[in-house]
C-alpha cells in the first residue's frame, strides 16, 4: 500500500508537493503578489481542491476576470462552495482580536469538512494585515503560523502565507521566516534554512 | 586569529545567509533591511547580538568584530557584532564578512536603481514638462500662425475693400503686392499676378512709367511722402484716366525706408464733374452779372437820357448859333461834356458785365472804389445813403479791378437788401498791419501788412446760424427768385484767390460790416498799373482805319486827320484789303 501524499500544484511554480505545505511568500511588489494568488487559486479549483482566499487585494472582479480566462466560472464555484473569498478581518480578526486557538480550529474544520465533502484536498492562501500588530492577539502570530505547521501533519491544508515587506519591520519578517517551512523566492519555492519545526519554537 | 576550520561548517548556516541574500532584494528600504540582517545573524553559531550603527564614535568594549557596509565608495554605516562563542563563529566569519560585502553590494545597487529611477522620473518628468511646453508653443504657434493668417486675410480683405487702388514696391521697384482694384486696373486677375513684376511690365506708356519710378525714387530717397500728384493713367483696356496718387516711403523697424507703398484715387469723373460745375459757376455768375447789369441799366437809362438831352438840346442851340461866337462854343463844350458823362457810364456798365479773364494790376483801392461810387449809388437806390470814408496814404493792392468792382457791387446790392426802407451803407479803407498777436483773432490771416476794406450797413443784421453758411455757394436768404446764392461766395472766392481773408461781424437788428483784408503789394517796375492819364500822341504816319459804323468812322477819320495822320478808311475789311494793295506808301 502507498502511504505517499498526492502531489499538488501550487500553480506558481511548476515543481509539485505534497498538500499541506506552509509557505511564505514575502513580497514588496503587487503584481508579484496578485500573479501568484491567481495562480495558486486557479491551480486549486482546476484541480478540484478546495480553495479559500483572505485577502483585501483580490477584488472579485479581478478574481473573476483572471479565472474566466481559464474557463472557470467565478460566481459558480463560489456558490458551490469550491471558492471562499473574505476579508482578512472577518476571518483573522473576529471580535476585533487576533486568536490563534480560534484560527487553528477554523483551518481544522475547514479541512475535515472538504475531505468529508469529497474534496481531494484543501487550500488557503491569506495575507497578513499589517494591522495584525496592533491588535489584541496579534503578539500571537508567530505561535499561530507554527501551529499552522503543527497542524498540517494531521490536517494537510495547503497554507500560503502573503507578507507585505513595505508593511512590517525587517526584524518581524526574519521571524515570520523561521516558523514557514518553504518560502517563494522570485517565483520559486525553496526550502527555508531558518525554519524552526514547531515543536522546537512553540516550546521556546 | 587562526584559521578557521571549514569541517566545522554547517551547510544550514551557509544556506540562511544565502537565502537571507535572496530576501534583501525584496525588501523595500534600508532601515527593513539592517533590522532583517540584524535578526537572521544573530542565529549564527557563536553570535550573541548583531546591531546597526549609522555612525559609532566609540566601540563598545563587548563588540568583538565591525563589519562597515562599504562598496563603490558608499557607506551605510557599521555592523557590530557581539561574540558570545569565538570558537563556533570563527568557521563563519570569513562567509559573514563576504555577506557583509554582498549587503553592500546590494544596497548600492538599490541606491544605484533609486537613483536611476529618480533620474528615470526626472527625466521623464522633463521630458513630459518639455512635451507640454513644446505642445504649447506649437499651440501658441498655430494660434499665432492662425491670427496671422487670419489677419493677413483681413488685410487683403480691406485692402480689397477700399475703392482706392493700393500697391507697394521695393526700392528696385519690383511690385510687393497689391489689392484687387490696382490688380484690375493692371489687366490681372488676382493681386499675386502683380507680385514680382515692375511696371515695365505694366500696360502703362513708356513716359509715364518713367513719371512714376521717378516719383517712387524721390519718395524712398528723400525718406518723404508725396501727396496728390494728379497724373494721367492708361488702364489694361486702353482708357485713359486721371487719378490723385499719394506715395509714403516704407520702412522697417530700424527706420530704414525698403520700399514705397502708393494710394491712388481715380478722380477721372471728379474732375469732369468739377470743370462741368466750374463751367455752370461762370455761366451763373454771368448770369448774375447780367442781372445786375439790367437793374442798373434800368437807372443808367434815366441819366444817359438825360445826357442825350442836353447833346440834342445843345446841338439844337449851336446849329442855330454862329459859328465861332461864345454861345457856339459854350454849347459845343456842353456837348462834349454830356457825350464824356454818357461814354463814363458805358464804360461802367462794360466794365461789369464783361467776361473777362483775371488780369491783376497794381491798384489804389481808393480810386477803384472811388469810381465805381455814382453806380453803386445807383445800384442801391436814393433812399439809402451812401458813405466813403478813404483811408489816407493807402497801400497798393495787386488785384484785377473788376473784380473789386464785383467784391463792391455784390456786397452793396446784398446791404441794399439787408435795409428795408432808409437806411446807410459805409464803405471805408484803411491801412492795417498784423502781427503775431493779432494774426491768430484773424483764423486765416498771417501776419504782415495789409489794405483793409469795409462796407458796413444798418440793416436787419443777422444770426449766427446764418453767418456759418454765408459763403457757402447757392446759400441765400433771399426769396426764391430774388438771389442766385452765389453773391456772397464769389466774393469769398475772389478773396481767397487774391490771398486776403474776409470777415462779418453782425447781430441780428444791428446791421452787418463786412471786412475784407487785402495784402499789401510791393510796387516793382515791371508789374502793369492802371495808366490814370491818358496821353495824346500826335504823328504824320498813314492809319487804315475800319469800322462798319458810318458816324464812328467819320468821327474817327476827322480826329485822326487834326493830329496828323493821314488817314485810309474802310467800312468793310474787303474794302480796307482793297485799299492795302492799291496804297503804294508804308501804312
Known amino acids: 500500500m502507498n502511504h505517499q501524499k498526492p502531489t499538488i500544484s501550487l500553480g506558481f511554480t511548476g515543481e509539485r508537493f505534497p498538500a499541506g505545505v506552509h509557505i511564505c511568500q514575502i513580497f514588496s511588489d503587487d503584481e508579484e503578489r496578485e500573479e501568484a494568488l491567481l495562480q495558486y487559486v486557479q491551480s ?37 462552495g469550491d471558492l471562499t473569498m473574505a476579508k482578512p478581518k472577518d476571518i483573522y480578526f473576529k471580535n476585533d482580536r487576533f486568536d490563534p486557538d480560534r484560527m487553528i480550529e477554523v483551518l481544522t474544520k475547514y479541512h475535515e469538512d472538504s475531505v468529508l465533502e469529497g474534496y481531494p484536498a484543501a487550500r488557503v492562501i491569506g495575507e497578513m494585515s499589517p494591522e495584525i500588530q496592533h491588535i489584541p492577539g496579534g503578539s500571537r502570530l508567530l505561535e499561530y503560523e507554527s501551529r499552522v505547521s503543527l497542524l498540517q501533519r494531521k490536517h494537510p491544508v495547503t497554507c500560503v502565507c502573503q507578507y507585505d515587506a513595505r508593511s512590517f519591520d525587517g526584524a518581524m519578517i526574519m521571524d515570520v521566516l523561521k516558523v514557514h517551512p518553504l518560502m517563494v523566492i522570485r517565483g520559486a519555492v525553496v526550502r527555508n534554512p531558518f525554519f524552526v519545526p514547531p515543536e522546537a519554537f512553540l516550546a521556546g | 586569529m587562526s584559521e578557521p576550520d571549514t569541517s566545522k561548517l554547517s551547510a544550514h548556516v551557509l544556506g540562511q545567509l544565502l537565502l537571507m541574500q535572496n530576501v534583501l532584494c525584496n525588501l523595500p528600504n534600508e532601515q527593513t533591511i539592517f533590522s532583517f540582517v540584524c535578526r537572521g545573524l544573530t542565529d549564527l553559531p557563536g553570535v550573541a547580538e548583531v546591531n546597526h550603527v549609522a555612525t559609532a564614535k566609540s566601540v563598545d568594549a563587548t563588540v568583538l568584530l565591525r563589519l562597515p557596509l562599504h562598496a563603490g565608495g558608499a557607506h551605510w554605516g557599521d555592523l557590530l557584532i557581539k561574540i558570545s562563542d569565538p570558537v563556533a563563529f570563527l568557521p563563519y566569519e570569513p562567509y559573514l564578512k563576504n555577506f557583509v560585502f554582498m549587503v553592500a553590494v546590494i544596497l548600492e545597487e538599490r541606491q544605484q536603481r533609486q537613483l536611476n529611477a529618480e533620474h528615470q522620473s526626472q527625466l ?33 480683405h480691406t485692402f480689397d475693400s477700399v475703392p482706392q487702388a493700393v500697391f507697394w514696391k521695393d526700392r528696385r521697384g519690383v511690385y510687393l503686392g497689391c489689392n484687387q482694384v490696382f490688380a484690375q486696373a493692371a489687366g ?4 499675386d499676378a502683380v507680385v514680382g513684376k515692375t511696371d515695365f511690365e505694366m500696360p502703362w506708356p513708356q513716359a509715364e512709367t518713367e513719371a512714376y519710378r521717378t516719383d517712387d525714387r524721390s519718395v524712398i530717397d528723400q525718406n518723404q511722402p508725396k501727396r496728390h500728384i494728379i497724373e494721367p493713367l492708361q488702364q489694361a483696356d486702353g482708357t485713359r484716366r486721371w487719378i490723385d496718387t499719394t506715395k509714403v516711403p516704407l520702412t522697417d523697424e530700424s527706420g530704414a525706408v525698403y520700399g514705397v507703398l502708393g494710394v491712388y484715387e481715380d478722380i477721372t469723373d471728379r474732375r469732369l464733374a468739377e470743370a462741368e460745375r466750374k463751367r455752370l459757376e461762370e455761366q451763373l455768375t454771368q448770369a448774375q452779372k447780367m442781372e445786375s447789369v439790367g437793374r442798373l441799366a434800368g437807372g443808367v437809362a434815366h441819366d444817359f437820357n438825360n445826357m442825350l438831352q442836353a447833346i440834342i438840346g445843345y446841338a439844337g442851340l449851336a446849329l442855330a448859333d454862329e459859328p465861332g461866337t461864345e454861345t457856339y462854343k459854350e454849347s459845343l463844350e456842353e456837348i462834349q461834356k454830356a457825350a464824356k458823362r454818357s461814354a463814363d457810364l458805358t464804360h461802367q456798365l462794360l466794365a461789369f458785365a464783361r467776361k473777362q479773364t483775371v488780369s491783376p494790376k497794381v491798384l489804389d483801392l481808393n480810386e477803384a472804389v472811388a469810381s465805381m461810387l455814382k453806380m453803386l449809388q445807383r445800384l442801391i437806390g436814393e433812399n439809402i445813403q451812401l458813405a466813403w470814408l478813404p483811408g489816407p496814404g493807402l497801400w497798393p493792392v495787386w488785384v484785377d479791378p473788376v473784380q473789386i468792382d464785383q467784391i463792391l457791387a455784390n456786397l452793396t446790392v446784398n446791404a441794399r437788401d ?9 464803405i471805408e479803407t484803411s491801412n492795417q ?8 483773432f484773424q483764423s486765416e490771416a498771417e501776419p504782415g501788412d495789409y489794405v483793409k476794406l469795409t462796407i458796413r450797413d444798418t440793416g436787419c443784421g443777422m444770426d449766427s446760424e446764418t453767418q456759418k453758411h454765408l459763403f457757402e455757394p447757392f446759400f441765400t436768404t433771399k426769396p426764391v427768385g ?40 510791393p510796387i516793382q517796375p515791371d508789374m502793369p498799373t492802371i495808366v490814370t492819364e491818358e496821353s ?3 504823328g ?3 492809319v487804315l482805319l475800319v469800322e462798319d459804323e458810318e458816324l464812328i468812322l467819320k468821327l474817327a477819320r476827322r480826329i485822326l486827320e487834326q493830329h496828323g495822320y493821314t488817314v485810309l478808311s474802310a467800312r468793310l475789311p474787303e474794302e480796307a484789303l482793297e485799299m492795302v494793295a492799291k496804297f503804294q506808301g508804308l501804312i
Open chain 1, 44 to 80: 486549486g479549483l482546476e484541480t478540484g481542491e478546495r480553495t479559500s482566499c483572505f485577502s483585501d487585494k483580490a477584488p472579485p472582479a479581478v478574481v473573476s476576470k483572471h479565472l474566466a480566462c481559464h474557463g472557470i466560472s467565478y460566481e459558480e464555484r463560489c456558490g458551490c
Open chain 2, 433 to 440: 498791419t498784423l502781427d503775431e498777436r493779432s494774426a491768430p
Open chain 2, 124 to 156: 521623464e518628468q522633463r521630458v513630459q514638462e518639455r512635451t507640454q511646453q513644446l505642445t504649447a508653443e506649437i499651440n501658441d504657434r498655430r494660434k499665432i500662425e492662425e491670427e496671422l493668417r487670419r489677419s493677413r486675410n483681413m488685410l487683403a
Open chain 2, 482 to 521: 430774388k438771389g442766385t446764392g452765389l453773391g456772397l461766395a464769389t466774393v469769398y472766392g475772389i478773396v481767397k484767390q487774391n490771398h486776403g481773408f474776409i470777415s462779418v461781424q453782425s447781430e441780428p437788428g444791428r446791421g452787418s460790416t463786412f471786412t475784407i483784408h487785402l495784402q499789401r503789394c
Open chain 2, 188 to 191: 490681372f486677375d488676382h493681386p
Open chain 2, 418 to 426: 439787408a435795409i428795408s426802407g432808409s437806411g446807410g451803407i459805409t
Open chain 2, 540 to 542: 504824320t504816319e498813314t
Open chain 2, 536 to 538: 495824346v500822341n500826335r
